[in-house]
């Protein structure tokens, strides 16, 4: 939940139309001015023990309704996994939540082999989205 009203919808809408979410957990965007439209393509760069670990994917959905919004992408072959994953903001009679769904394996021997460090970092990345659209809501940053 972020909280309640028209305000706090607006601003996490206005949050995922500019990757807030993504950005706020430490996720680097490219490219950084990406639109939140079917088909575009954008290449993900996560901090991971210093290095940066690239993924990239493409917007296969938008949701854009009085009440919700949100978007998923897919993988692209140039990511270490194969799945999809949504991010909703839904107004619940006033009270605003924020949702991520995701599904994914493995999308070579070597992501297979490092699936649990992937499975623990993928928590970790999704909890940061929470909290990173949950500032921006609040605070603005």
Excluded: K, N
């Amino acid at each position: 939940m972020l909280g309640s009203g028209s305000r706090v919808f607006e601003r996490a809408v206005a949050g995922l139309r500019s990757w807030r979410a993504h950005r706020g957990a430490g996720v680097r965007v490219f490219p950084e001015d990406a639109p939140i439209e079917e088909g575009t393509s954008v290449a993900l760069a996560l901090p991971l023990l210093g290095l940066s670990v690239f993924a990239a994917c493409r917007i296969v959905s938008v949701v854009s309704q009085p009440g919700r919004f949100g978007f998923a992408y897919g993988t692209l072959a140039a990511h270490p996994e194969r799945g999809e994953e949504a991010f909703l903001v839904e107004d619940h009679d006033g009270e605003i939540s924020f949702r991520i769904v995701a599904f994914s394996e493995p999308a070579d021997i070597l992501s297979r082999l490092g699936s649990p460090v992937a499975r623990l970092v993928q928590r970790r990345v999704t909890a940061s989205y929470f909290a990173a659209l949950a500032s921006f809501v609040e605070h603005g940053d």
